[in-house]
């Protein structure tokens, strides 16, 4: 069974400073892989996926994340973080047979900007 | 535009009632899902539909159930309510295969 880890719990960046959020994933496959964004009271927000091709994929809000298989990670990554960035992140990796797929989510990162 | 709709948004009941909260899709989509999101634990799959008539269990079903006599809508069933299935719940929808999933913007059920 497919499994994400999202090893951090909180982060706290300024505004302006570079983010990482690091995601790490277990699956046999090729697995499709995606970030999504929740601000407090809302649903789930795609920023981007990876389903093959180039290895660094851009997304939406300025944001990217390079899939590296060697190290089965998905890191998101942003060069300057906004105050309105601030809001729950999530890694997630599908996997599924035939056309039909489910996605398991990682535990979520909540990013904090300080002004 | 079309949208996943959920209702209602927030939700008060007591345990042992049935309880259905529903979710409309207007994207056409044949795959839907059900997750519940807890502190701690991020989103978990409850139960999903490939197409009509078609429904599955997910990670963790108990105490739940679904149909699925249409396209558009896939409301979630608690049987009787726990203290326990106290939670915010999502509904999703996307196309067929490993495609992004649209997400509504949840029901928050509280159970005393």
């Known amino acids: 069974a497919q499994s994400v880890t999202q090893p951090d719990i909180h982060i706290t960046v300024s505004e302006g400073a570079s983010l990482e959020l690091r995601c790490n994933y277990s699956?046999?496959?090729?697995?499709?892989l995606f970030w999504y964004v929740q601000s407090p009271g809302q649903g789930l927000q795609l920023l981007l996926k990876?389903?093959?091709?180039?290895?660094l994929v851009q997304g939406i809000k300025g944001f990217e994340a390079e899939f590296k298989r060697s190290q089965s990670s998905f890191n998101l990554r942003k060069p300057s973080v906004h105050w309105s960035d601030a809001a729950e992140y999530f890694c997630?990796?599908?996997?599924?047979?035939?056309?039909?797929?489910?996605?398991?989510f990682g535990k979520g990162t909540m990013l904090l900007v300080s002004p | 535009d079309a949208e996943i709709t959920q209702s209602p948004r927030h939700k008060i009941t007591e345990t042992g009632r049935q309880v259905t909260l529903a979710c409309h899709q207007t994207?056409?989509?044949?795959?839907m899902f059900w997750y519940r999101q807890d502190l701690g634990h991020g989103l978990r799959l409850i139960h999903y539909?490939?197409?009509?008539?078609?429904?599955n269990k997910g990670e963790v079903s108990d105490g739940y159930s679904v149909s699925r006599s249409n396209t558009e809508d896939l409301p979630l069933t608690l049987e009787s309510a726990a203290s326990s299935q106290t939670s915010v719940y999502f509904c999703?929808?996307?196309?067929?295969?490993?495609?992004?999933?649209?997400f509504g913007d949840g029901t928050r059920l509280s159970i005393l």
């Open positions: 997630a990796v599908g996997a599924g047979h035939s056309g039909y797929s489910t996605l398991t």
């Open positions: 999703a929808s996307s196309e067929k295969g490993a495609q992004p999933q649209h």
């Open positions: 539909s490939y197409g009509v008539h078609d429904t």
């Open positions: 699956y046999g496959a090729t697995p499709y």
């Open positions: 990876y389903f093959s091709g180039d290895t």
């Open positions: 994207w056409n989509h044949n795959n």
